[in-house]
């Protein structure tokens, strides 16, 4: 939990989303500005600010990321990507990060 933080925020509800998935680990919620028809955010609960402060000895980040990843098929297949759906982590300023809370984008269209 970090003071500032606008995940944070949404993941003890002080401000609203709208949440399609939630565990004891991660929550998923629409993109309030989407990009495509289909377009929601899988954030872990940790506050993670970003990919690149994931270790790669550190079990429970390997754990959090994969999660995050089998997850988002089962996701955008419920929210009815059937033809298929992509993912982007943006890291850091440089890489277009504008939360700095560790999302995995994910977007579709039903066509
Ligand atoms: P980025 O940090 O560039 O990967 O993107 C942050 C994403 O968070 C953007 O696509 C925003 O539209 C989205 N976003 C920002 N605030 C909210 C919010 N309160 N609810 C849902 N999505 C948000
Ligand atoms: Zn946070």
């Excluded at 939630?22 to 899988?42: R, S, Y």
């Excluded at 943006?90 to 269209?109: A, C, P, R, T």
């Amino acid at each position: 939990m970090s003071d500032n933080c606008i995940f944070c925020k949404i993941l003890n509800n002080t401000i609203p989303s709208k949440k399609i998935y939630e565990d004891k680990d991660v929550i998923a919620f629409n993109d309030i500005n989407p990009k495509m028809p289909v377009h929601f955010l899988i954030v872990p609960k940790q506050h993670i600010k970003m990919l690149s402060n994931c270790d790669i000895n550190n079990q429970e980040h390997i754990r959090l990321l994969g999660k995050m990843t089998v997850l988002a098929p089962v996701l955008a297949h419920k929210q009815g990507c059937n033809k298929g759906f992509k993912i982007i982590i943006h890291n850091d300023k440089g890489g277009g990060q504008e939360v700095f809370h560790l999302h995995m984008h994910v977007m579709g269209s039903p066509l």
